[in-house]
């Protein structure tokens, strides 16, 4: 029995992304990102010049098992290494079987997922727009805008991180600054 078996509430402020009283917070800076741009001088530099960061995830500790659900919120900061827009590292789920859904309060950008056989999609993500990750496809932010983008995702509790697999292979597209849309790039 944990403090999460009986029902709780929290407080969520939409503007900033920040849950009250998190259990774990996940901070993401530029040298955490190393590998995951397609220019790595540009990334050095960004790091060299205060080692910003990119994103940030707060959480509830719930018992990941069956049953349950994780929520959190997730906010990554607007910003480009060289002409490529910040993202999170991305990742399938442990449990393959597993979906998740995200759901955009503030910012713009795209969920970026794909799957094992080579499938691809990427969907825009708005203040008020949902957007779902069926079980298989993994799943990455990207942030377009000008503003942190900010969501609220769920997901099963025993669904697991698998960051490898998007560490060695990355995704089929990248999301490069672009006029007047981004570009989505092989
Ligand atoms: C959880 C999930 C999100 C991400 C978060 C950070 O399954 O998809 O909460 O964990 O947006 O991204 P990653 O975990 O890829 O660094
Ligand atoms: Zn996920």
Known sequence: MSNYDVPFGVGVDFETGVM???????TRR??????YYANPEALEALIASGDPIHYMVYEKAIPERQGHLLFCMSVLQ???????YFLTKG????????????LCVGGRGYLLMKTEDGQW???KMEKGRMVYAPPLWAHRSINTGSEPLISFCVYPAHAGHNYG???TQGFP??????????????
């Open 173 to 186: 597209r990248r999301i490069m600054q672009g006029e007047p849309e981004p570009r989505l790039v092989k």
């Open 30 to 35: 530029a040298s955490d990102m190393r590998g």
């Open 91 to 102: 990742h399938y789920h442990t449990e393959v079987d597993t979906a998740e859904t995200y």
């Open 121 to 123: 999609a990427a969907e």
């Open 78 to 84: 607007p910003g480009r290494v060289g002409n490529e």
């Open 165 to 167: 697999d998007i560490q």
């Open 20 to 26: 009250d009283n998190p259990d774990r917070v996940i």
